[in-house]
């Protein structure tokens, strides 16, 4: 396994990794607002990839000009999780490529986090730790 942090130009480094994916995206991050990143993983969708996203079920990823119901109708799969109103927070940041490329940091895949001093690791061959995160 090897391993990169990245502390700037995080959209465009994730936008790489996503362009590898062969077979399968699983994202897991509180609140994603960030069009960019959201095509592409439509975009892998339409080419036959597993796509699987799981946010945060409060009023910032709900009234976000993004419409995930379009991943869902192109068979992709989403799903709202937690609720900061009864304080059941689903905070985590991590990405699932091929079953075997980890992305994971402080970066949620939102507008205001490329303001933030935020960060990600990546890590290759790394199947045994992205079973972890998809377990």
Not at 7 to 34: G, M, R, Y
Not at 67 to 81: K, M, N, P, S, T
Not at 93 to 106: E, L, P, Q
Request: net charge negative; charged share 20%.
């Amino acid at each position: 396994m090897t391993t990169q942090a990245y502390f700037e130009d995080i959209e465009k480094h994730i936008l790489t990794e996503l362009d590898k994916a062969e077979q399968s995206i699983s994202v897991a991050v509180a609140w994603f607002t960030n069009a960019n990143l959201y095509h592409k993983l439509c975009e892998k969708r339409g080419r036959g990839l597993t796509v699987e996203l799981m946010l945060l079920d409060d009023e910032i990823n709900r009234s976000s000009s993004i419409d995930f119901a379009r991943l869902e109708a192109i068979g992709g799969r989403v799903y709202l999780v937690g609720n900061t109103e009864d304080g059941t927070l689903m905070h985590n940041k991590f990405c699932i490529i091929d079953h075997n490329t980890v992305i994971n940091g402080s970066y949620n895949w939102s507008y205001k986090a490329r303001n933030n001093h935020e960060n990600i690791t990546v890590s290759y061959q790394a199947g045994p730790l992205a079973t972890q995160f998809l377990s």
